[in-house]
């Protein structure tokens, strides 16, 4: 089966982000295929590398890092949602004249077509939210 | 655009317009995949209905009234958008509280239609059942 996934929650605030990792390594480790994994809304703060959770805690955005690393998997965040929130990549930090960058390692900014796109390529899609 | 696949997307709106930004981004990636040329459909229910309310007026709240946009989706070739007639009735709302949104038949000589189909839960059920793809905000 091939999955698409959509995380439309910020990380900590909402359990979705969770169980769509959860969910994601689950499929990969079944031998599942997973097209795309797409932030979009408050998703998109799955992917700031600023972030500091405490030690005893899970590190979301590592975990999606880790398995983006393993599985070679495509983690897209959302352009317009990330510039509404700050997620800005080294790009986006030259475009916009920004005096920083955030997006963390094994994440990419990209367009909602490739929401779209992952819509029509995978068996199923997924929505992770409220 | 994506090799001739076309699939049934539904969009399903359950929140107000306003307190949240789910609506306002909802309405973004339907217009951006509407250049996908797939088969679009759209739900409004629970809250979800005030969307398509007329008359919003956000100079309170100091946000966007992007209610307008809505009359653009005719122009993109989304016509099919659905209304849970229980969500409407729980909120003492007819269609005549919503906005007229219409598109133009290609296949009828352009002439102008209601967008709007009021339809019961089991419809709903059955819309939801025929679908490929359900995004849900």
């Not at chain 2, 981004?25 to 759209?42: C, K, M, P, R």
């Not at chain 2, 956000?58 to 993109?76: C, I, R, W």
């Amino acid at each position: 089966m091939k999955f698409g996934i959509l995380v439309n929650e910020g990380p900590y605030q909402h359990q979705a982000s969770d169980s769509a990792y959860q969910f994601t390594k689950a499929a990969l480790e079944k031998g599942h295929e997973v097209f795309r994994v797409f932030f979009y809304h408050d998703g998109v703060n799955n992917g700031t590398r600023l972030a500091t959770p405490p030690q005893d805690d899970r590190n979301i955005t590592v975990r999606w890092a880790e398995l983006s690393d393993k599985y070679n998997l495509d983690l897209v965040i959302c352009i317009a949602a990330a510039q509404r929130r700050g997620i800005v990549d080294e790009e986006e930090m030259k475009r916009q004249g920004k005096d920083a960058s955030n997006l963390a390692p094994g994440f990419r900014i990209s367009g909602l077509g490739q929401l779209i796109e992952a819509g029509i390529q995978s068996d199923r899609l997924i929505v992770f939210g409220d | 655009m994506e090799g001739g696949v076309v699939k049934k997307f539904l969009y399903v709106n359950r929140r107000a317009p306003y307190g949240s930004i789910y609506a306002l981004e909802s309405l973004e990636v339907v217009l951006i995949g509407a250049a996908f040329e797939q088969d679009v459909s759209l739900l409004f229910v629970d809250d979800g209905v005030y969307q398509l309310k007329k008359g919003q007026d956000t100079s309170g709240v100091e946000m966007k009234n992007f209610s307008p946009t809505y009359n653009a989706l005719g122009d993109y070739d989304v016509n099919k958008i659905y209304v849970d007639q229980e969500s409407l009735e729980k909120r003492n709302l007819t269609t005549d509280d919503l906005m007229a949104l219409t598109y133009e038949d290609e296949d009828d000589d352009y002439a102008e239609k209601p967008s709007i189909r009021v339809i019961s839960r089991d419809e709903v059920a059955d819309l939801m059942e025929e679908q490929d793809v359900v995004l849900s905000f």
